[in-house]
């Protein structure tokens, strides 16, 4: 990780779970993380716990709503203005409604193609575009996918989520080609979790509380350091080694 000592890291959705896992840990080995959601207060208590433990980097909140473009566009903006530009990417923002194909409304499906489809593409789009303008050929992009995204879930109300997360497989994929294409080093990889022990449970279940404990106290779930590490691995291979996908599941988890 030494390489991407005091370079720039933007994590969406880094007020919570596993976005607020891999932003204090990228700071953790030196980098200059912006960290963005709509709640940022949250993410100010981070970047307070990381400043006082003497962590090598930085953690930087940033307010903004992914599901609004312009808020995405801003947000770069004022990135390139006060750190020069994006080198690392971790598309992690996602929603999860419980909405399913026959009867869900479409409000529950806009949202989570807001956010986990297009806010995840424009800023891909824009850390490509701010690493091209810099002639960075060196940089990662990677999507916190979901194994989701690889199978169809035996359950309605994940259905319309898991159609969000095979696009994200498929963006990837698509992301590696033209990358490819452009004769750019840069690198694309995706994480693919099953179950991880995070507040997405309680939400998608806010109408039952203790469905989601009693789901959460079944098996031994994964740790949001789990996804974490596997984004240190991700980053930590050398420039030649392209990992495109990771998928890890608890090992009690049936599928």
């Given at each position: 990780m030494d390489r991407w000592k005091g370079r720039v890291a933007l994590v969406t959705g880094a007020s919570m779970g596993i976005g607020a896992a891999i932003a204090k840990s990228l700071v953790q080995h030196g980098l200059k993380v912006v960290g963005c959601a709509r709640n940022v207060e949250q993410i100010e208590t981070l970047a307070a716990e990381c400043a006082r433990s003497a962590f090598s980097g930085t953690l930087i909140p940033y307010k903004c709503d992914l599901s609004v473009e312009i808020e995405i566009l801003s947000m770069f903006t004022w990135i390139k203005d006060q750190h020069k530009g994006v080198d690392v990417c971790i598309n992690n923002a996602g929603l999860a409604h419980p909405e399913p194909l026959l009867s869900g409304k479409t409000s529950g499906w806009r949202?989570?193609?807001?956010?986990?489809?297009?806010?995840?593409?424009?800023?891909?789009?824009?850390?490509?575009?701010?690493?091209?303008?810099?002639?960075?050929?060196?940089?990662?992009?990677?999507?916190?996918?979901?194994?989701?995204?690889?199978?169809?879930?035996?359950?309605?109300?994940?259905?319309?989520?898991?159609?969000?997360?095979?696009?994200?497989?498929?963006?990837?994929?698509?992301?590696?080609?033209?990358?490819?294409?452009?004769?750019?080093?840069?690198?694309?990889?995706?994480?693919?979790?099953?179950?991880?022990?995070?507040?997405?449970?309680?939400?998608?279940?806010?109408?039952?509380?203790?469905?989601?404990?009693?789901?959460?106290?079944?098996?031994?779930?994964?740790?949001?350091?789990?996804?974490?590490?596997?984004?240190?691995?991700?980053?930590?291979?050398?420039?030649?080694?392209?990992?495109?996908?990771?998928?890890?599941?608890?090992?009690?988890?049936?599928?």
């Open positions: 949202d989570m193609m807001d956010v986990n489809v297009l806010a995840l593409s424009v800023c891909t789009r824009e850390t490509y575009q701010s690493m091209k303008e810099r002639k960075v050929d060196d940089g990662h992009i990677i999507n916190i996918n979901s194994i989701c995204g690889h199978r169809v879930p035996n359950n309605a109300k994940g259905h319309f989520y898991s159609a969000s997360k095979y696009a994200v497989t498929a963006l990837t994929e698509s992301l590696r080609q033209e990358l490819r294409e452009a004769k750019s080093h840069m690198r694309a990889t995706s994480i693919s979790p099953g179950l991880v022990e995070t507040e997405i449970h309680y939400r998608s279940f806010r109408k039952n509380p203790e469905k989601a404990a009693a789901m959460c106290k079944s098996i031994k779930f994964l740790q949001t350091d789990d996804i974490a590490n596997a984004v240190v691995y991700a980053l930590s291979a050398p420039p030649h080694v392209q990992i495109g996908d990771i998928q890890m599941r608890p090992v009690e988890q049936l599928t």
